[in-house]
């Protein structure tokens, strides 16, 4: 099952020679970022929006994303098993 979100989110990653999330922030609850499943990047209006698939504490992924153009991250959407 797919939940569409679509919400703003607090974002910790750590920045090196690519970005890595660690952890978000969403509805007043911190999820720990135990692996990135996935990750995509692609230009929207000559900005880089960074696209990626994520697990946090449950057998879920999130796919989150980060907007370069203001620096804001979303979470998109839910993937329930």
């Known amino acids: 099952m797919i939940e ?4 703003p989110i607090d974002v910790s990653a750590v920045f090196t020679c690519r970005v890595k999330p660690v952890a978000f922030r969403w509805r007043r609850r911190r999820y720990v970022i135990s692996e990135v499943t996935g990750r ?5 209006g000559g900005y880089r929006r960074y696209s990626y698939a994520v697990r946090a504490d449950s057998e879920e992924i999130y796919e989150i994303t980060l907007d370069t153009r203001n620096m804001t991250w979303r979470l998109e959407r839910i993937h329930s098993v």
Do not use: P, R, V
């Not at 995509?40 to 929207?44: E, G, N, Q, Y």
């Open 40 to 44: 995509h990047s692609a230009l929207k």
């Open 4 to 7: 569409e979100i679509g919400e």
